[in-house]
């Protein structure tokens, strides 16, 4: 079963820092792009960064600057380091993978609360 677990979410005060990870399993991630998502409550699902597996990353104009997107191969790892927190960054926080036929696999999610 392929499994993606989030971790490193909570209430961080604006201006704070957090560390999300989200490690896969029952599969090789090597090949695949991941990406962290979000979605706040009354919003659609939005792209925060993405990484490929050759190291290639984008990011969502609102977090350029402050969050940075990193990848372990040799432990089926995804992290986002958030920085410089804002408000309006508060969401729930999804992994997201795609493997090769086009099927996509989501992390539960993990909160992340920035009080002003």
């Known amino acids: 079963q392929v499994q993606l677990v989030e971790s490193g979410g909570g209430l961080v005060q604006a201006g704070g820092s957090l560390r999300l990870s989200c490690v896969g399993s029952?599969?090789?991630?090597?090949?695949?792009?991941m990406e962290w998502h979000r979605q706040a409550p009354g919003k659609q699902r939005e792209l925060v960064a993405a990484?490929?597996?050759?190291?290639?990353?984008n990011y969502a104009d609102s977090v350029k600057g402050r969050f940075t997107i990193s990848r372990d191969n040799a432990v089926n790892t995804v992290n986002l380091q958030m920085n410089s927190l804002k408000t309006e960054d508060t969401a729930v926080y999804y992994c997201?993978?795609?493997?090769?036929?086009?099927?996509?696999?989501w992390g539960q999610g993990t909160q992340v609360t920035v009080s002003s």
């Open positions: 997201h993978v795609r493997n090769n036929l086009g099927r996509n696999y």
């Open positions: 990484i490929t597996a050759g190291g290639s990353i």
């Open positions: 029952g599969r090789i991630f090597a090949t695949y792009t």
